[in-house]
């Protein structure tokens, strides 16, 4: 059974306390939403030489770089966020690849439908199985 606000702020937890590991909470989640989605494009972006896996970049505050791969083989590209994302932050996941807008538009066979809004619909769809392993405690924060 849920407790009242109130019966934790009685056992010795300052509203402050409160505040600190919700907002903790709130930009952890961001991070590992953000990380998801990454990772759900690069996963869903057809692979030929890996240029087009390898143009994703991701990045807190302000657009990437807009630096392309030249032509070559690659492997796929590692998520990184240095942390939590903190509230009112922008996170961008971008490709600037010339050829990218026809691949969402489904010209490959490998992503007839596409990348970016099935990857996101997923994203979506799993946002419950998020917050459960948040709630659990599987994403610490460090403020239990």
């Given at each position: 059974?849920?407790?009242?606000?109130?019966?934790?702020?009685?056992?010795?937890?300052?509203?402050?306390?409160?505040?600190?590991?919700?907002?903790?909470?709130?930009?952890?989640?961001?991070?590992?939403?953000?990380?998801?989605?990454?990772?759900?494009?690069?996963?869903?972006?057809?692979?030929?030489?890996?240029?087009?896996?390898?143009?994703?970049?991701?990045?807190?505050?302000?657009?990437?770089?807009?630096?392309?791969?030249?032509?070559?083989?690659?492997?796929?590209?590692?998520?990184?966020?240095?942390?939590?994302?903190?509230?009112?932050?922008?996170?961008?996941?971008?490709?600037?690849?010339?050829?990218?807008?026809?691949?969402?538009?489904?010209?490959?066979?490998?992503?007839?439908?596409?990348?970016?809004?099935?990857?996101?619909?997923?994203?979506?769809?799993?946002?419950?199985?998020?917050?459960?392993?948040?709630?659990?405690g599987g994403l610490d924060v460090g403020l239990r």
């Amino acid at each position: 059974m849920p407790r009242r606000p109130s019966q934790l702020l009685m056992r010795g937890t300052t509203w402050q306390q409160f505040e600190r590991r919700a907002i903790g909470r709130v930009e952890l989640m961001k991070q590992y939403l953000a990380l998801d989605l990454f990772t759900r494009f690069v996963a869903m972006t057809p692979r030929k030489t890996g240029r087009a896996q390898a143009s994703w970049n991701i990045a807190v505050g302000t657009e990437p770089d807009r630096t392309v791969p030249p032509p070559g083989n690659y492997g796929a590209p590692r998520p990184s966020l240095s942390g939590p994302v903190p509230i009112g932050q922008t996170v961008w996941v971008t490709s600037n690849l010339n050829y990218m807008q026809f691949l969402e538009q489904g010209s490959s066979t490998q992503a007839p439908y596409g990348i970016v809004d099935v990857s996101i619909l997923a994203v979506l769809d799993n946002l419950e199985s998020h917050a459960a392993v948040l709630r659990s405690g599987g994403l610490d924060v460090g403020l239990r």
